[in-house]
């Protein structure tokens, strides 16, 4: 639905062309479902809600506000992702996996709402040593926020 940077069409486009056939196809859903697409989600995230999913994936880096995110809809939606594939999960070192997943679990995991993982799908260029430093980071640090409220 969007580039990095923007939408890739207008939201005018969205609500005639999107909007009336994604709510026919989940109306039909009824177990949680997370609605996935790259990009900079922001100027439609009100409308996509009202399809009713249960979280937005995958936060990709760069692309929108976190803390903006985790604020604005960090109860109306689990927020699901930003674990970059491009370096994190491909060539950073142990301690950038580590600080990096400490990082975003202080900043998105207050109050829940949060499932960290990588930034899209895990492509066959990620390193797998990565991965299991981003699972080892989180079993560490998944509880650094206690009882903290956002």
Known sequence: MAFKTSLMFSPAVWDEFFAPYLKQSVSHIKIPWIYHSDGNLVPLLDKMLELGMNGIHPLEPGTMDLDYLKKTYGKKVCLVGNIDINHTLRDATE??????????????????????CDSNSVPEYCNPRNIQWMAEAVAKYREIYGNKTA
Do not use: L, S
């Open 95 to 116: 301690e950038e996996v580590h600080a990096t997943v400490k990082e975003r679990i202080e900043q998105m995991g207050p109050g829940g709402g949060f499932i960290i």
